[in-house]
């Protein structure tokens, strides 16, 4: 595994579990951290390129953002939600971090 992807494995499986287990009330501090793992993701896609193993590593700060948005806003009355299924986002995020570390194991292929 490239230095980057292991740096963005590594963040992205501290800011899901920081979502999931530390809420969301810190807003800024969130939107900073979802900010910062969007860069990341670009920086390693640019700098070492895209890889299909990668592919749920990128998608976990997208994962996050919808994580924050339904826990936040009913879209009905936009008043905040302060429940949430806990076996729903149990699942999510044990799904999350197997996907991450599934990343992190498989080989390297080239495909030229």
Known sequence: M???ETV?????ILLVALVVIGGTSNRPFIK???SIALLLTALQMVIEGIRWEM???YAAPLLVIGISVKRHYNPRSHRRIHTV???KLLMLTLTIVA???ITILLPTFVLV
């Open 8 to 12: 963005l494995a590594v963040y992205n």
């Open 32 to 34: 900073g951290s979802v």
């Open 99 to 101: 996907y991450i570390l």
């Open 55 to 57: 592919l749920p590593t």
């Open 85 to 87: 299924s806990g076996w």
């Open 2 to 4: 490239r230095n980057l």
